[in-house]
C-alpha cells in the first residue's frame, strides 16, 4: 500500500521561504514516474505547482516557477518542496502526490497524502 | 493554460440515484482527462484516467466518458461513501489543471 505523508511548517511569514517535505511508502523510487506537488487554496479550486522525474529532470507551473524548486532525496524516499518570497496568497493545503504514466502515455495522479495545511501570516 | 469547466458545482442526491458529473476543457485535450473522489480530510483517490479507464479496484458504479473537449464522470447508483468532493484533472500539455470540483450530498 503506498502512502504519502507531508510534513513541515504549518505557519511562514510573508517574504520567506515554504518549505515542505513528502516521504513515501510503499513504492519504489525508480518504480515511480514522477513526484509532484498540488495546492488548494481556502474556498478555491486545485493547483498544479510542479514534479520531478525519478531522473531529476522537472517541470514547474509556470505562475509560479520563479519561485519553486521541487527536489528528491531516493535514499530517504522523500522528495521537497520550496516555495520563496511567499505572500498570503500561498495560504494553502499542500498536497504530495506520485505520478504515473499509463501505457497510452496519459500522466494521473495515483496516489496523493492527505495534504497539510500552510498559513502565510505575519 | 488549458481551463477546465466543471458541472456542477455541487449537486443534492440520494443514495440509488444515478449522478452525472461534466468537466468541459478550453481545447482539446485527446484522451488525458483523469477523475479523482475525496472525502473530507482524506487524501484524494484517482477513480479513471484516460477520461475512460477505470483504476483497479473501483467500484464498477464509477464509469467516465468523453474525449476532445467533453467529458463525463457517472455514478450508476449513488452509495453511502459516495457523498464526498469529484475533480477532474486534464494531463494533455505540460501545465496541468483542475477542474474547480463537485461537492456532492446527501438530498
Known amino acids: 500500500q503506498v502512502q504519502l505523508q507531508e510534513s513541515g511548517p504549518g505557519l511562514v511569514k510573508p517574504s520567506q521561504t515554504l518549505s515542505l517535505t513528502c516521504t513515501v511508502s510503499g513504492a519504489s523510487v525508480s518504480g515511480t514516474d514522477y513526484y509532484s506537488w498540488i495546492r488548494q487554496p481556502p474556498g478555491k479550486g486545485l493547483e498544479w505547482i510542479g514534479y520531478?522525474?525519478?531522473?531529476?529532470?522537472?517541470n514547474y507551473n509556470p505562475s509560479l516557477k520563479r519561485r519553486v524548486t521541487i527536489s528528491l532525496d531516493k535514499s530517504r524516499k522523500q522528495f521537497s518542496l520550496k516555495l520563496t518570497s511567499v505572500t498570503t496568497e500561498d495560504t494553502a493545503v499542500y498536497y504530495c502526490?506520485?505520478?504515473?504514466?499509463?501505457?497510452?502515455?496519459?500522466?494521473?495522479?495515483?496516489?496523493w497524502g492527505q495534504g497539510t495545511l500552510v498559513t502565510v501570516s505575519p | 493554460d488549458i481551463q477546465m469547466t466543471q458541472s456542477p458545482s455541487s449537486l443534492s442526491a440520494s443514495v440509488g440515484d444515478r449522478v452525472t458529473i461534466t468537466c468541459r476543457a478550453s481545447q482539446t485535450i485527446g484522451n488525458s482527462l483523469n477523475w479523482y473522489q475525496q472525502n473530507p480530510g482524506r487524501a484524494p483517490k484517482l477513480l479513471v484516467y484516460g477520461a475512460i479507464t477505470l483504476k483497479s479496484g473501483v467500484p464498477s458504479r464509477f464509469s467516465g466518458s468523453g474525449s476532445g473537449t467533453n467529458f463525463t464522470l457517472t455514478i450508476s447508483s449513488l452509495q453511502p461513501d459516495d457523498f464526498a468532493f469529484y475533480f477532474c484533472?486534464?494531463?494533455?500539455?505540460?501545465?496541468?489543471?483542475f477542474g474547480q470540483g463537485t461537492t456532492v450530498d446527501i438530498k
Open positions: 484533472h486534464q494531463s494533455f500539455d505540460s501545465s496541468w489543471t
Open positions: 502526490a506520485t505520478v504515473s504514466i499509463a501505457m497510452t502515455g496519459i500522466s494521473y495522479f495515483d496516489y
Open positions: 520531478i522525474h525519478h531522473s531529476g529532470g522537472t
